[in-house]
Nanobody, 115 residues
């Protein structure tokens, strides 16, 4: 299984970016996908998660109301719409997938977001 992210880049404060993540390979089921981020000198932190079955989403309080996670058109894909970006959002963003409910076993390579 591979996760491939796209859509990172540089943007001015207040701007927007959209990240996408597509999972490929032998995937028998879908449970949830999420975005994490890691800023320089800091630990990786959870940003948001989408549970495919219920459509339930959770957001870290630092991005609540500014970021939106959604399922992509293709199966096992997610998008992250990031609006009203702030300098403190600068980080490498990672997509992660949990297909069985046993934890995030699969990770993308990361994409840089600079505000």
């Amino acid at each position: 299984v591979q996760l491939v992210e796209s859509g990172g880049g540089s943007v001015q404060a207040g701007g927007s970016l959209r990240l996408s993540c597509a999972a490929s390979g032998e995937i028998d089921s879908s449970y949830c996908m999420a975005w994490f981020r890691q800023a320089p000198g800091k630990e990786r932190e959870g940003v948001t998660v989408l549970y495919f079955g219920s459509g339930v989403t959770y957001y870290d309080e630092t991005v609540e109301g500014r970021f939106t996670i959604s399922a992509g058109d293709a199966k096992n894909t997610v998008n992250l719409q990031m609006d009203h970006l702030r300098p403190e959002d600068t980080a490498v963003y990672y997509c992660a997938a949990d297909f069985t409910g046993r934890g995030f076993q699969y990770w993308g390579q990361g994409t840089q977001v600079t505000v």
